[in-house]
């Protein structure tokens, strides 16, 4: 009951005038970046939980992405239409924004959030120029500009070792965004996109994946080199 009567608040409270932030975030990345997004299945209004957090509204009750992914509508539904977004997150306000990777949208390279915060610090040791960064508690996704499944075959193929636990987010795929709630918790942004109605810069996936293949091999100084047998710095 108080968890309906706290709904209940925000919503006379978005009705006022000011925007939804939910809403917000997805008109941005729909009108300003050209990202093309649908509203995720969100969270049951019941408090249902389960071994992978609060639990999904979606069907399945063993669900282990709850709140974070498509349902209805489906991942094909995407668009950039200010319109149809608007529609969307006036009936479902505190729906998750998802963005539909691939295409001309943006992909990501995801790994562990333990293995992501070491990885970013390594970068950045290294001077990689990195886009926005999304943080989950459980993953954190870098977002890279976008390629096809084949030349991201072809660059997979080339290498001789990829960490295990790196994911691709392309063609087909998506991702959660700021300020969605899941099941695990909140999205933010580890590296917000700098403000301002352009585009977010976004890096070669070719460029990010060296850098990470590097670092995961490279040591610190005072730190044994995975030569040694102790595996990877980054633990991915």
């Not at 924004?97 to 990885?119: D, E, F, I, K, Y």
């Not at 977002?143 to 070792?161: H, Q, T």
């Not at 795929?173 to 300020?179: A, E, K, S, T």
Request: charged share 20%.
């Amino acid at each position: 009951m108080r968890e309906i009567l706290g709904r209940r608040r925000r919503l006379r409270f978005w009705r006022k005038g000011r925007p939804a932030p939910l809403l917000d975030a997805a008109l941005t990345c729909a009108t300003e970046w050209n990202w093309p997004v649908l509203p995720g299945v969100g969270l049951n209004a019941a408090g249902r939980r389960t071994e992978h957090g609060r639990g999904c509204a979606c069907p399945d009750h063993e669900c282990v992405v709850p709140g974070a992914h498509p349902f209805d509508p489906g991942l094909l539904a995407a668009t950039t239409d200010e319109r149809m977004v608007r529609w969307w997150w006036t009936q479902r306000p505190t729906a998750p924004v998802v963005l539909a990777t691939g295409g001309r949208a943006p992909c990501a390279v995801s790994l562990p959030a333990v293995a992501g915060a070491r990885a970013l610090a390594a970068l950045d040791r290294m001077e990689m120029r990195l886009g926005p960064v999304l943080a989950t508690p459980t993953r954190w996704s870098l977002l890279v500009a976008p390629y096809s499944m084949e030349r991201l075959g072809e660059l997979l193929y080339a290498k001789d070792r990829v960490p295990s636990s790196l994911r691709f987010h392309g063609s087909g795929g998506y991702l959660v965004l700021p300020p969605s709630e899941t099941g695990t918790g909140q999205v933010r942004w580890e590296r917000a996109p700098l403000p301002g109605s352009a585009a977010p810069w976004l890096p070669d996936v070719e460029a990010v994946v060296d850098a990470l293949v590097e670092a995961s091999v490279s040591a610190p100084s005072g730190v044994t080199p995975p030569e040694s047998g102790e595996g990877s710095r980054l633990a991915y």
